[in-house]
Every structure is written in C-alpha cells, then in structure tokens.
C-alpha cells in the first residue's frame, strides 16, 4: 500500500533531484539537563543495548527489564539488575540495530517514548540522548507537539509539509545532532498514534517537500501573522535560501492577536537594533512571553516603554492561525502553502525508508 503511495505520489508531483536522508537525529530532553535516568522496550518489544564492548537485552518480563543509567564525567554507569557496567557510549535499538520503541523516564520528571536508535552520552557529568528516527515519524510527532487539537486536516497537512522541509534542510544549529526537540528547531514529544489525524497527515503527504530553485527550503512558521507575515529583512535576519514574503494573512488581518509589554529603554534598544535577535535574547532572559512577536510600536512614558503589538512568533513563512482559517474556509494544503511560500513547489524526495 506504501508502494502504491508512493508511485501515485510520483505521478503528481515531481521529484526532487537531490539526495535527502531520510532519518533524522533529533537531541532530546536535553532541557531538563538529566544526571541520571532508565531505559526500557515497549510492553512486547525487545531492545538491544551495546555499551562498553557489551551486549544486553532489555524486555518486560526478563531479568533484565529496566536499565537504570547515571553519568559519572565522560562515563556511563548502566545497571539492571545484577549486571553492572560501565561505558563511554551506548547504543539501544532492535535486535538488527533497527529502530524499535523505547521508552525513556527521568526520575520524577518525565517519561517519554520515542521510535528509534537511541545513542546516549555523557559530557561534563550530563546525559545526551539522541534518536535517530524515520524522517516521517519525526514530522508526525512535530505535528501533534506544535499545533492544537482540533485543527483541520488541510492545515495539519500543511504543518506536516513544513516540517518536513525543514528537517531535510534547516540542520546545522547543533553540533552533536541535528535538531533539538524544542522550538528553537521544531518542538517535538512522542510520535502520535497511527489513526490519529497528525499520523494522517504526514502519511498523506508522505515525501513531500517545499522547494525553491530546485533545492528544499528550510520552511519556518510562526503562531500567528498579525494580519502578515515579515520578511528576513524586516526582521534583521540574514538567511541564504528562500527568500521569504510578506503576505497578507486574511483571518489574521480580520482578528489580529493583539498584546501590550512594558519593557526597559535598554530592551527596547535592544529590539531596535538586533530585530528578531534581540527579541530571541531578551526571552531567553525574561521568558518566551516578554515580547510576543517583533510585529509592534513603542510608545516611552516616564523611563519605561510600553510595546503594543500583534502576532505570536517571528511571523515568518506559514501563520499556523491562518492556515487553520484557511483550512476552515476551504482550502486544502496546496492553496495553504501557495499563500504563504510563494514562489514554491511541491516536489517528492527521491528516498523513503
Ligand atoms: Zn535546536
Ligand atoms: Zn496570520
């Protein structure tokens, strides 16, 4: 059925002459900074684990069902059970080094499970966990961690082709993987169930890919426009590549998200000069929310300054509340993407696993 797919797939769209990987190696959990945390398979599943020129098999049920790992400097301590040892890397995957489900807790934080090869490290005392995993279960997964419940197919689909693009082409803002799993590259959680509409879209645009001048285009998008979208310039970024628009966003034009800050001269300076970068900075300083987007006027009163502004995010590319109006008007993902990436096609990658 995958092959019928993907050659009806081929007939509607031309194929992108480039050669794309088609897994990504996603950093994740790395904000909550873990010393320590457990590895286990799914409830009928099996996971291999290779660390320290040794081999251990995880399963429920088995003696050995629940890794528990803690970094000590550069090293790995592993134990489960009455094994115990030590290592500077481990790898857990299936039995053939393929991707199986694996489900990682750290203690009294979180639990997630993940589709994928796990390879885990430890630097300066901190573990890093990276998955490689499927390029398509990674768009599913952004597509349910970034938009809201009940958006309509035609904008998730939308969203899945997005994600995409830029997984094949926006890499390189880390050294020891590929993305992140937050919104600095794209936010991600679990993979979402398979008849679920996230898991929906992305099967139903399996492949596809935004392209500019025959290469993929790195697609950014934001929450919402405030009635358009910026350009790189607008926003003092420089960027190779697509050369994004400024577009007119209907819904957003018609009911702007509107908000007011109040910021100090300095910040306000600060946004004046840097653009989207100085934005970036002062919420890494006073959280995410301090200024909503770089869509604003100012206005000084008495040593402060007061921000009235529009939009949510840096208002490039697709407008997440506008494609979910869009979609609700009618329009299915073709006319999405046509307003917000001009100058774009739909191409297919050439590869699928
Ligand atoms: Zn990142
Ligand atoms: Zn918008």
């Given at each position: 059925?995958?092959?019928?797919?993907?050659?009806?797939?081929?007939?509607?769209f031309p194929l992108l002459v480039q050669s794309q990987p088609n897994t990504v190696r996603i950093g994740?959990?790395?904000?909550?900074?873990?010393?320590?945390?457990?590895?286990?398979?799914?409830?009928?599943?099996?996971?291999?684990?290779?660390?320290?020129?040794?081999?251990?098999?995880?399963?429920?049920?088995?003696?050995?069902?629940?890794?528990?790992?803690?970094?000590?400097?550069?090293?790995?301590?592993?134990?489960?059970?009455?094994?115990?040892?030590?290592?500077?890397?481990?790898?857990?995957?299936?039995?053939?080094?393929?991707?199986?489900?694996?489900?990682?807790?750290?203690?009294?934080?979180?639990?997630?499970?993940?589709?994928?090869?796990?390879?885990?490290?430890?630097?300066?005392?901190?573990?890093?966990?990276?998955?490689?995993?499927?390029?398509?279960?990674?768009?599913?997964?952004?597509?349910?961690?970034?938009?809201?419940?009940?958006?309509?197919?035609e904008a998730l689909r939308a969203q899945a082709i997005v994600s995409r693009s830029y997984f094949v082409?926006?890499?390189?803002?880390?050294?020891?993987?590929?993305?992140?799993?937050?919104?600095?590259?794209?936010?991600?959680?679990?993979?979402?169930?398979?008849?679920?509409?996230?898991?929906?879209?992305?099967?139903?645009?399996?492949?596809?890919?935004?392209?500019?001048?025959?290469?993929?285009?790195?697609?950014?998008?934001?929450?919402?426009?405030?009635?358009?979208?910026?350009?790189?310039?607008?926003?003092?970024?420089?960027?190779?590549?697509?050369?994004?628009?400024?577009?007119?966003?209907?819904?957003?034009?018609?009911?702007?998200?509107?908000?007011?800050?109040?910021?100090?001269?300095?910040?306000?300076?600060?946004?004046?000069?840097?653009?989207?970068?100085?934005?970036?900075?002062?919420?890494?300083?006073?959280?995410?929310?301090?200024?909503?987007?770089?869509?604003?006027?100012?206005?000084?009163?008495?040593?402060?300054?007061?921000?009235?502004?529009?939009?949510?995010?840096?208002?490039?590319?697709?407008?997440?509340?506008?494609?979910?109006?869009?979609?609700?008007?009618?329009?299915?993902?073709?006319?999405?993407?046509?307003?917000?990436?001009?100058?774009?096609?739909?191409?297919?990658?050439?590869?699928?696993?």
């Amino acid at each position: 059925m995958r092959r019928v797919c993907f050659v009806l797939l081929l007939l509607v769209f031309p194929l992108l002459v480039q050669s794309q990987p088609n897994t990504v190696r996603i950093g994740v959990l790395s904000i909550f900074h873990p010393h320590e945390l457990t590895i286990a398979a799914d409830p009928t599943g099996e996971l291999m684990i290779a660390a320290g020129g040794q081999r251990i098999f995880l399963q429920q049920g088995s003696n050995c069902s629940l890794l528990r790992v803690r970094s000590a400097g550069e090293n790995l301590l592993l134990s489960c059970n009455t094994v115990e040892l030590r290592g500077g890397e481990l790898h857990a995957s299936g039995r053939n080094q393929q991707s199986a489900g694996l489900v990682i807790t750290l203690p009294g934080k979180i639990k997630r499970r993940y589709v994928g090869v796990l390879e885990l490290k430890a630097m300066r005392g901190e573990l890093f966990p990276i998955i490689t995993m499927d390029l398509e279960t990674a768009v599913a997964s952004v597509i349910l961690a970034e938009t809201t419940p009940g958006t309509p197919l035609e904008a998730l689909r939308a969203q899945a082709i997005v994600s995409r693009s830029y997984f094949v082409s926006g890499g390189g803002r880390h050294s020891e993987f590929d993305f992140c799993d937050l919104t600095h590259c794209q936010f991600l959680r679990e993979p979402p169930a398979s008849d679920s509409p996230a898991a929906n879209a992305a099967a139903s645009t399996q492949g596809l890919v935004l392209t500019y001048e025959e290469k993929s285009v790195a697609a950014m998008f934001t929450r919402s426009c405030g009635g358009r979208t910026r350009t790189l310039e607008e926003i003092r970024v420089s960027q190779k590549g697509y050369p994004y628009f400024s577009v007119r966003c209907d819904f957003c034009y018609n009911n702007p998200v509107r908000w007011a800050r109040k910021v100090s001269r300095e910040d306000e300076e600060l946004l004046k000069l840097r653009g989207e970068n100085g934005r970036l900075a002062i919420g890494r300083r006073l959280g995410w929310n301090a200024v909503p987007s770089n869509n604003f006027t100012a206005q000084e009163t008495g040593g402060e300054v007061t921000l009235s502004g529009v939009g949510q995010g840096h208002g490039l590319g697709l407008c997440q509340r506008g494609a979910r109006g869009m979609a609700e008007g009618g329009s299915d993902f073709r006319a999405i993407l046509d307003r917000y990436f001009p100058n774009t096609r739909l191409q297919a990658l050439p590869s699928f696993p």
